[in-house]
């Protein structure tokens, strides 16, 4: 700016914002203090001042970087903001835009969190190996929490409207404060000796101070030696701790942790029942095909059984039989009509009939027939057979006639 020179109320502003644009150690600052006249804006803006015993500076925080403030702003918090300090120019104040607010106490909590985390990762307490399986159907669950509150009300409803017969053991334990890792390792040592199926360890959501109990490196070891299947159910999906690195599961909440621990028992009762249903049906249809075979076999073995084959070679044989009686008969009439027309043959042929119509048969005294005159001579003795007797004859005389 020229000396002399008039200016305007927003050029001066202007330039005393650009003054601060250049300079770079205001760019990036962390400024500690104590929060007071805080406004939650309706548009998700939050306004207010932070002070310290001498001094204050303007704040906010606008709603895209609320969504990575893990608490509620209240009057009285002591925090350490990270943000730029710039100056609004409507009106020509300078103020701290934040960009992260964390409790005061934070930064040295957020650096014992990573050494612990460090040290106990070097000696395999995060390793995969040593992560135990959740049994699938668990009758026994140990708890390890504080007695009131809203996480053991919702790991108890959960788990009940689950399982019904689901046994659950509570450990009232200190969860935040002074103790509160002494109280939660020594109930995971207790709940481990009592052979239950898995154990939650958890609480509710807080802030980094509120959770630290489960970053402590006693609350790991009683974990990463316990026997049982250990869930962690720390806080919110957001918070991570100690605890859900060296647990065998991790629960995003205590509401979760019940789900994952407690099998559905009327899912598991209808899948059951659909099952044996499906059972039932394959063993009917199993049955059905097992007698449509039994008595394939059995009409098989009546048409291969002995009986059977005599039966059906008796009626073969009853077959033949009537058969060769036709055939017999058909032969016997035809030998019975040839026979007659041989007979009819024969009477033309036969001697007796020839002396039926007054011819003799003549023989000599050797039997022998005559048939000529030459044969015989005057005196000879002859007999003549006719149809009722023989006739003893002499030749007295032999005459030749020529027939014909």
Partial sequence: MNRGQV???SAVNQYIKMMFQREEALAVV???GEISNCKYHSSGHIYFTLK?????????????????????????QEVLIG???????????????????????????AEKYEQLKKKLEQKGYFSEEHKKQIPKYVKRVGIVTAKTGAAIQDIINISTRRNPYVQLIL??????????CDTIAAGIRMLDAMDLDVIIVGRGGGSIEDLWAFNEEE????????????ISAVGHETDTTIAD?????????????????????WKTQEQVDVRRSQLQGYLRRKMEVSRLRIEKYETKLKYLHPE??????????????????MLLHRKVEQYRHRFAVYMEQMKGLSPLQKLNQGYAYIEDVDKKAVRSIEQVRCGDHLSAYVTDGSIQMIVESVKEERHG
């Avoid at 310290?52 to 608490?71: K, N, Q, T």
């Avoid at 450990?171 to 509160?180: I, L, R, T, W």
């Avoid at 790991?220 to 030696?225: G, Q, W």
């Fill in 7 to 9: 200016y305007t109320v």
């Fill in 30 to 32: 962390f400024v500690k």
């Fill in 52 to 76: 310290d015993a001498s001094s204050a500076i303007s704040c906010v925080m606008f709603a895209g970087d609320r969504r990575r403030l893990s608490f509620r702003l209240e009057n009285g």
């Fill in 83 to 109: 943000g730029t300090i710039s100056v609004y120019e409507r009106d020509g104040r300078y103020q701290l835009y934040a960009k992260t607010i964390q409790h005061a106490g934070e930064g040295i909590l």
């Fill in 171 to 180: 450990y009232p334990a200190k969860v935040q404060g002074e103790g509160a």
């Fill in 219 to 230: 609350v790991a070891r009683a974990i990463f030696y316990c026997r049982t299947p250990v």
């Fill in 245 to 265: 690195y060296v647990a065998d599961l991790r629960a995003p909440t205590p509401s979760a942790a019940a789900e994952l621990a407690v099998y559905d028992y």
């Fill in 308 to 325: 059977h084959k005599l039966q059906e070679d008796r009626q073969r044989l009853a077959d033949t039989e009537e058969k060769l009686h």
